[in-house]
């Protein structure tokens, strides 16, 4: 498994890993979005649903970010 550092719930996580030795955790270096797949995907939503254009409610934004994340999904 792997994951950006454990934050707030960091102990929780120690806690769990330490109860489950089969699970072996590699942690990503610290701001490295080109590693982390999530990263790619806001990026992506976000050049779609901002890039010269403006939404006046956030009704509208929303569904700009549903209409752009169904497009990638298809």
Do not use: C
């Amino acid at each position: 498994m792997s994951m950006e550092r454990p934050g707030t719930r960091g102990q929780q996580i120690k806690e769990f890993l330490t109860a489950h030795p089969e699970v072996q955790m590699e942690y990503l270096p610290p701001y490295h979005p080109e590693l982390n797949p999530q990263e790619r995907v806001w990026h992506l939503i976000r050049y779609e649903v901002t890039t010269s254009r403006y939404r006046e409610t956030i009704d509208l934004i929303e569904e700009a970010i549903r209409k752009a994340s169904k497009a990638l999904a298809a």
